[in-house]
């Protein structure tokens, strides 16, 4: 996500911006920039890398009071000095800072550009500050309020004008906007770190509501026009709390942020008629039926992504899938030709392991299409088509909402691939993305349900053996939550298909040995039942995970952990968020370092 940091006072805005920005550097950026006002000018830097390379751009003398600053994680276009916020108009008269994304912002674009406004950069946000610059005629607060109604899309804005200097415009619409209430100043910030230094008292800005901040006042108006009084709140939280948003760590941030990243996902990628749009991808149905081949290719849990990615594409298209590990693909000699399609999944975009084997690929001919969380990476760059999974900067090194968002674009392409070919019936599509709209509310419902689980940790984190099992897409799904365990909690785990239990494994199932039973798949439900009952039979304790109306796999249970009911194709988006918070809490009752676990990095950059 985007940092956005304004400042309107009696002091210098410069270094309250630059320090603003530098306390944002945890939400994951590639560049910054600074727009400030001197004696009615803008002055515009920009840069991309690191905030010290935009600190020593600056001259130290600069001096205004009046200023906006960002933080750019790129959604549209590459990361780079010209796509850097602020983002301003031709004449340099109106910046514009921005944390979101503008949905119909190509159209704004050509209509634009059909009136002679000439773009710089690849981005959206320019569209706004071209935008405003067009619709103003001496009254900022008018211009931001009638360029608003040409935008679709989530905005957090902060906005200068050269001619207006004593006041800053913020507007927020589904991207987070807070205001700083300071003595003789004001802030406007994406987040609270970022004026935590100089103030505590905060006003929280809800959608469509517009402020106008001079350096005594901050008047809101909520989106009727009228004028509104917000609660003033008071942050509790110290500065290391308040970059996880008040979570205690990274990881449980990021585990509650699923519904959110999965929500924006579902907007971006469904339409209002419920299609599904995958936005500059080019797979076209000849594409699809010449594949002669379709591989996956990943590491770690974007493997696991993958393996789920199988089933569903094999499920809707029935066309053959093979999932491959990125260490092995590469020295495997596969068998890749112009007709094979390549399909690498990567949080970070810069697994080495993953990112060879794309390169052997391409040089044989296939066709690369990757599914990537960090814009801009190497894998993204190096792809034919790149799917972005939106799911703003992943810090804990356990992968969590990328994991979900990433299966989620496995089910949307597999049903697009399906829909393109007609291998799947227009009312079991219609069927699939009405329950995929559900998910979001489903995950939260279980995130709802954490003290249970938490209890249970209680119970098992001194645990040094615990295995996972399931059936179908449960054991993909164990194979996760039995990663997710091992990397945080350093508990000895491993999944098995429970089909595979009595050939060989259940010999190390002794009295009280936790077993983790995924068990969400109503068609296998009974053999699951069965699986329960042999490690019963062993004395071995029983973890289930099954879906909330099947109650008899509480009578040979020990702890039981309900998902809410969807297609059982749907339910891997479901049953990893119960075990994505059983490893957080073992791990935070064992002590550890949740958010950097011992010998992890969150991107594996060599062999
Ligand atoms: C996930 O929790 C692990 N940190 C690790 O397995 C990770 O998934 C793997 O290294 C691949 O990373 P990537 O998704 O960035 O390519």
Redesign the pocket.
């Known amino acids: 996500m985007c940092g956005i940091i304004g400042y309107i006072g009696g002091n210098n805005a410069v270094p309250a911006i630059i320090d603003g920005l530098k306390k944002l550097e945890y939400r994951g950026y590639d560049s910054s920039g600074i727009a400030i006002n001197i004696d009615d000018k803008l002055v515009i830097e920009k840069k991309e890398g690191r905030i010290i390379n935009l600190e020593n751009s600056l001259d130290v003398n600069l001096y205004s009071n009046i200023g906006i600053g960002h933080t750019r994680w790129a959604t549209h276009g590459e990361p780079s000095e010209v796509n850097a916020h602020p983002h301003f108009s031709t004449d340099k008269s109106i910046a514009v800072i921005h944390n979101g994304i503008i949905e119909n912002y190509l159209e704004i674009k050509k209509w634009l550009e059909s009136e002679n406004v000439r773009f710089v950069s690849e981005t959206d946000t320019e569209v706004i500050a071209h935008l405003i610059s067009y619709n103003y005629n001496g009254d900022l607060e008018e211009a931001v309020t009638e360029s608003l109604k040409r935008l679709r899309g989530a905005y957090a804005l902060g906005v200068i004008s050269k001619d207006e200097p004593d006041k800053i415009i913020a507007v927020r619409k589904d991207s987070p906007l807070v205001i700083g209430l300071g003595e003789g100043e004001n802030f406007i910030a994406s987040d609270v770190p970022a004026i935590l230094k100089n103030t505590k008292n905060v006003v929280y800005l809800d959608n469509d509501d517009m402020a106008i901040l001079t350096k005594d006042e901050v008047v809101i108006y909520n989106g009727n026009g009228d004028r509104v009084e917000k609660d003033i709140e008071t942050i509790e939280w110290d500065m290391e709390a308040a970059e996880k948003g008040g979570y205690p760590h990274f990881t449980i941030k990021e585990i509650n942020e699923q519904p959110d990243g999965i929500q924006k996902v579902i907007d971006r990628r469904i339409n209002d008629s419920g299609k599904i749009v995958l936005d500059g991808i080019n797979l076209t149905k000849k594409d699809i039926e010449k594949l002669s081949r379709i591989y996956i290719v990943?590491?770690?849990?974007?493997?696991h992504a993958g393996l789920v990615g199988k089933y569903v594409i094999e499920k809707f298209t029935k066309l053959p899938v093979q999932v491959e590990i990125?260490s092995e693909f590469r020295y495997k000699d596969p068998l890749i030709d112009e007709n094979t399609l390549i399909i690498t999944?990567?949080?970070?975009?810069?697994?080495l392991d993953?990112l060879q084997s794309l390169r052997i690929a391409k040089e044989q001919g296939a066709r690369i299409m990757s599914i990537v969380?960090v814009v801009g990476s190497s894998?993204a760059r190096e792809s034919d088509d790149v799917f972005y999974t939106w799911a703003g900067p992943e810090i804990g090194?356990?992968?969590?909402k990328?994991?979900t968002t990433q299966m989620l674009t496995f089910y949307l392409i597999a049903l697009f691939m399906a829909d393109e070919i007609n291998t799947i019936e227009k009312e079991k599509y219609n069927e699939i993305v009405n329950e995929i709209k559900k998910i979001p509310n489903s995950i939260q419902n279980i995130l709802n349900d954490n003290e249970k689980i938490y209890e249970i940790a209680k119970k098992q984190f001194n645990n040094e053996k615990i295995f996972f099992i399931g059936r179908g897409l449960d054991v993909e799904i164990s194979y996760e939550a039995s990663?997710?365990l091992k990397?945080i909690s350093y508990i000895n785990s491993q999944a098995i298909a429970a089909g595979e239990l009595k050939h060989g494994t259940i010999a190390l199932i002794e009295k009280e040995t936790l077993v983790v039973a995924i068990a969400t798949q109503d068609r296998l439900y009974e053999k699951m039942l069965s699986n329960i009952k042999e490690v019963k039979a062993r004395k071995g304790s029983i973890l289930s995970i099954a879906k909330i109306h099947n109650k008899e796999i509480d009578d040979i249970s020990d702890y039981r952990i309900s998902i809410p009911d969807t297609l059982d194709i749907l339910t891997p988006l479901l049953s990893i968020v119960p075990m994505q918070l059983f490893a957080y809490y073992m791990s935070v009752l064992r002590g550890n370092d949740v958010d950097k676990p011992r010998n992890?990095a969150?991107?594996?950059t060599v062999e």
């Open positions: 990943a590491c770690g849990t974007s493997y990125g999944v990567s949080q970070s975009g810069e697994t993953t969380n894998i090194v356990a992968s969590t990328a994991f990663l997710k990397e992890l969150k991107s594996v």
